[in-house]
């Protein structure tokens, strides 16, 4: 392989055990409207985009995740409305936006009350920013 072709090539950094065998944990036990969204998102049936679950980048693990768009999905609990919770939902969100990583937020409820219109904004986003630029 000539040092040109090697520079073309990305080489992920590894994921560190501990994060891995968290999002491994997170899989097997997902929220309700975890698993209600992931009805959709799986098998590439939003847009024909591929989601994966429960993926761990950098220090956090990611409800789920477009690689092809770096569009992040977060649900959200109650939980989240605390101050801590709060500082840490913004410092998480200004580490991915550092990747150029967006991220869009539903709160769990929102996802029981109003599928249609989540998904919706879900496949707004991909088509945003698939959109190849003026």
């Not at 040092?3 to 994060?19: D, T």
């Not at 709160?107 to 599928?115: A, G, I, P, Q, T």
Request: net charge negative; proline share 7%; charged share 25%.
């Amino acid at each position: 392989m000539t040092e040109e072709h090697e520079k073309k090539l990305f080489f992920p950094a590894p994921v560190p055990v501990p994060l891995l065998e968290s999002a491994r944990a997170l899989r097997s036990a997902m929220t309700d409207a975890e698993q209600l969204l992931w009805h959709y998102l799986r098998g590439k049936q939003l847009a024909g985009f591929r989601f994966r679950r429960q993926h761990p980048i950098d220090r956090f693990v990611l409800d789920f995740y477009c690689c092809e768009v770096k569009l992040a999905i977060e649900l959200d609990g109650g939980q989240h409305n605390e101050p801590d919770a709060k500082a840490h939902d913004s410092e998480r969100t200004a580490l991915l936006a550092a990747y150029g990583i967006q991220v869009l937020r539903f709160w769990n409820k929102e996802v029981f009350l109003n599928l249609e219109g989540v998904l919706q904004r879900i496949h707004d986003a991909l088509t945003e920013l698939k959109a190849p630029p003026p």
